[in-house]
């Protein structure tokens, strides 16, 4: 599963910064720069962005904690990863960023090592939820939070509705004329398996965050989830 997950990232690397910016009407930087501002991350902090893909949300992270901060931007697909890398240029107003391939079921750092951390589009994506929210809560300092933003299912019927019609229809349509039609219908029943934000705060107090909130933005269609270590 994990190894299927990861192929379908390869095979969209080309196109997956262009296919976001048209999928969403350009409102997926809005949403991120949301994570990384409730992540609380602040200047001179080592910060990590789980599952970073191109490196979007780990790039807003460097501005955020500037020269004197660092970040790690970690994802298994090697083709996002470089394209990450060929995204990255020395300034003196931003972190160094470190490119690292891994797991994030299986994160290659300490104990309470980072000051804040990211996951955008991640979670959903990873075979076992608790375990990857284990991992976060193990690498994190106690007193930071990290900010993951995710897909949500609305609780509204007609949301829910509207958002289904755009995943099976607008989506997959622009994805197919992008030669990537498997690859963009997976979205919608990796969608059904999410826990909704009521369920993933449940687990992530079960795994030991003392803090946890869902807050729905983008009329509740996502969301962002925001844990604290205590
Ligand atoms: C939808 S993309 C999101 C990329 C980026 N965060 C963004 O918001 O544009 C999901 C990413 O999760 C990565 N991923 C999924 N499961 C993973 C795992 N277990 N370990 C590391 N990366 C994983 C994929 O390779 C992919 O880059």
Not at 24 to 42: I, L, P, Y
Not at 93 to 114: H, M, R, T
Request: aromatic fraction near 10%.
């Amino acid at each position: 599963m994990s190894e299927e997950v990861r192929a379908i990232f390869n095979r969209i690397a080309p196109v997956y910064d262009k296919l976001n910016d048209r999928l969403s009407f350009g409102q997926h930087r809005v949403w991120k720069e949301m994570a990384v501002k409730w992540s609380q991350a602040k200047l001179g902090d080592t910060c990590i962005d789980l599952c970073c893909g191109s490196g979007d949300i780990s790039l807003r992270l460097a501005r955020r904690v500037g020269v004197m901060g660092k970040v790690y931007g970690v994802d298994f697909s090697s083709n996002l990863l470089a394209v990450a890398a060929s995204r990255t240029q020395y300034s003196y107003k931003q972190a160094p960023i470190a490119w690292v391939e891994g797991d994030v079921l299986d994160l290659p750092f300490e104990d309470n090592y980072f000051d804040a951390a990211t996951m955008g589009y991640g979670l959903r994506n990873v075979t076992d939820i608790p375990r990857c929210l284990q991992e976060i809560y193990r690498v994190l300092k106690v007193g930071a939070s990290c900010a993951i933003l995710d897909f949500h299912r609305p609780q509204n019927s007609m949301m829910r509705t509207f958002q289904q019609w755009y995943l099976d229809n607008l989506v997959v349509s622009t994805a197919t004329q992008m030669g990537l039609k498997n690859e963009y219908a997976y979205i919608s029943p990796s969608l059904d398996r999410f826990p909704v934000g009521s369920e993933q705060v449940a687990i992530a107090r079960q795994v030991g965050f003392a803090q946890a909130t869902h807050y729905p933005i983008a009329n509740d269609m996502m969301g962002v989830l925001v844990v604290s270590k205590f």
